[in-house]
């Protein structure tokens, strides 16, 4: 297996996490934190959705599809290239308020498009290349690829647990 079939296939694994966390749920319910100060399914499925286009993009130099498409008006917000949702308090939480469950699902297949398009083309040695040296030690692509990933992992397996909770009542 080399690598780009590798992370392909670590990456194709994340739809069946958000389908599963999101599909069937109201409006209401994907808004709908299980405890105050909790994050709600919505959330939890776009922001690692937008951590994913912030980052990918980032790696192709390209506008993320958050700014070029309408997926912000869709979810409440505005197109803000730099919000992410990472340090967001409970009212930016609660200001993430998707139509539905399938805009996040199209918004998050159109991302993980793009992410498999631009996994194709790396290299075993592009894995190498200091993507961000603001850190010690300095970022490289494939520990950035890595890391959107398990942020990825990460929520869709807490929005799954979410939904679980809401569903239970």
Known sequence: ????????DAYDRLPELVESAVTGL??????????PGANPVGWLVWHLTRIQDHHVADL????QLWVTGDWAGRLGLTADP??????HG??????????SGQVLLDYHRAVLDRTRAYLRGLRPADL??????????????GVRLLSVLADGLQHAG????????????
């Open 82 to 87: 730099g919000d992410t949702g990472f340090g």
């Open 128 to 141: 190498d290349q200091v993507v961000d040296p603001n850190w010690d030690p300095p970022v490289t692509l």
């Open 1 to 8: 297996m080399d690598v780009n079939d590798l992370l392909t």
């Open 26 to 35: 109201s409006p209401e319910q994907l808004r709908q934190a299980p405890a």
């Open 90 to 99: 409970p009212e930016q939480v609660a200001a993430v308020r998707p139509e």
């Open 158 to 169: 807490q929005a799954g647990y979410v939904r679980g909770l809401i569903q239970r009542g």
């Open 60 to 63: 192709l130099g390209e506008e």
